[in-house]
């Protein structure tokens, strides 16, 4: 998976390929008071400014037509807490980065998502998330955080130094400054027991509740046109140690789930008409396997097959009924959907903005390989996922706006005068938070 990637004449192009940038210029600062000087730089030639990471988001939220700053010099550690158990990085750090430095030291994040190039500062902004009975996303496990507001000043909050900021710039959307800092819980690093294995879409949705109850940690990804999902359960363990093998990871993660994989979109891409014959293979293809291992190795996986995505978090008690809706409308539509359906969860957390502030959440996500046209699947799932007061992934692609916002999230309120107050001037605006957040 590349990072943010810069084409001819300055353009900036996400890792989708669905949203293209023309800043009229560039920065890439290698302290926060750089950055500080190239905020109030900004104000003084009248731009808007921008921070992007590795570009993963498939909206527009990063998308920069002032000022956009590459944070990639603002990475490492900045310092480890082991009495209060907390690490502070830097926010152009990359998951990756921050996953094996942790684990050098014995330490872990409690919970995460299943890629991890994003910089910690997009991935948390935007409200990336794994999956998780009571653990929640990786915003969620914030501790405190530094940002540069609109007038070029350095702002540091927590649950007691700025705690209305801290509530809401967990995940900020990049509307409320520039993140130069976070920092995280952590806790002595564990092993976890994942077991893979397929089975049938009427057994999950039957005993969704009790696969839940049961596991630490349950997500399934389920292959439209069969009758067929792939489980995966995760949960703490004792040990020994015991990793998938080096040539079975290779041919699994990589050879299948990449690489023919890889091929299949290709194929169903050029022949739609192959499409479903291609998904009961595809959902075949891997067989059950249980290992162990150290967190990040067991939540992560590498994901090189570009698409786009759509994600919405709908109350955990409505997922039965809006995947099966989900499931009828494919069938009775007839589209032709190369890419599983992935669900997941998370508990009700209390970040202003988070998908799942406030209550217990399932996640579906709909994906189309990158060149396929997704409008007519993304738009008829969104009318289902709507309909079950579903709040889109804010880095995924979605039609909601402000009003619609104002409606999902109680709290929408806080968040837009927090933003008044700290950007009265919209420095941070850009088209696509004008249609999100208001103007």
């Given at each position: 998976m590349s990072s943010t990637a810069s084409g001819k004449n300055g353009t900036w192009r996400n890792w989708g390929g669905n949203v293209v940038a023309r800043p009229a210029r560039e920065v890439t600062p290698a302290s926060v008071e750089e950055l500080a000087s190239a905020v109030r730089r900004a104000a003084e030639d009248g731009l808007t400014v921008k921070a992007v990471g590795t570009g993963h988001s498939f909206t527009a939220v990063a998308a920069a037509d002032g000022v956009l700053v590459r944070p990639h010099l603002l990475t490492g550690i900045r310092r480890i807490d082991r009495d209060?158990?907390?690490?502070?990085?830097?926010?152009?750090?990359?998951?990756?980065?921050?996953?094996?430095?942790?684990?050098?030291?014995?330490?872990?994040?409690?919970?995460?998502?299943?890629?991890?190039?994003?910089?910690?500062s997009g991935a948390t902004s935007t409200g990336t998330h794994g999956t998780g009975r009571d653990s929640a996303s990786?915003?969620?496990?914030?501790?405190?955080?530094?940002?540069?507001t609109a007038d070029g000043s350095v702002l540091s909050c927590s649950e007691r130094e700025n705690p209305e900021v801290f509530a809401a710039a967990r995940i900020g959307l990049g509307a409320l400054g520039v993140v130069t800092a976070i920092t995280f819980a952590v806790e002595p690093e564990f092993l976890l027991t994942a077991r893979e294995e397929p089975m049938p879409l009427d057994r999950v949705l039957a005993d969704f509740d009790q696969l839940w109850a049961e596991n630490e940690h349950f997500e399934f990804y389920w292959f439209p046109h069969t009758g067929n999902t792939n489980t995966k359960r995760n949960n703490r363990s004792a040990g020994p140690e015991r990793p998938v093998g080096q040539v079975a990871g290779w041919f699994e993660d990589e050879f299948l789930s990449n690489g023919l994989f890889q091929v299949a979109q290709w194929v169903g891409r050029a022949a739609p008409v192959t499409v479903p014959a291609i998904a009961r293979i595809s959902s075949r293809a891997l067989s059950a396997r249980t290992y162990t291992d150290i967190p990040y190795k067991v939540f992560t996986s590498p994901r090189r097959v570009r698409f786009v995505e759509m994600e919405y978090a709908v109350p955990r008690a409505a997922l039965v009924d809006t995947l099966r809706e989900l499931k009828s409308m494919i069938d009775r539509a007839g589209l032709r959907i190369s890419f599983p359906v992935e669900v997941r969860t998370a508990p009700a957390d209390d970040i202003t903005l988070s998908t799942a502030s406030g209550r217990d959440s399932a996640y579906i996500a709909i994906h189309m390989f990158r060149g396929t046209p997704y409008q007519a699947y993304f738009t008829a799932a969104e009318r289902i996922f709507t309909a079950h007061e579903g709040r889109p992934h804010w880095g995924k692609v979605?039609?909601?706006?402000?009003?619609?916002?104002?409606?999902?999230?109680?709290?929408?309120?806080?968040?837009?005068?927090?933003?008044?107050?700290?950007?009265?001037?919209?420095?941070?605006?850009?088209?696509?938070?004008?249609?999100?957040?208001?103007?």
């Open positions: 209060a158990m907390t690490v502070t990085v830097e926010a152009g750090t990359p998951l990756k980065r921050l996953n094996m430095a942790l684990a050098r030291e014995g330490l872990s994040l409690t919970n995460m998502g299943d890629i991890m190039e994003q910089t910690v990786i915003a969620a496990q914030i501790k405190g955080l530094e940002l540069v979605h039609t909601r706006d402000a009003a619609y916002f104002a409606e999902a999230y109680p709290r929408f309120g806080e968040f837009t005068a927090l933003r008044n107050r700290l950007d009265p001037d919209r420095r941070f605006q850009n088209d696509h938070l004008r249609r999100v957040l208001g103007p």
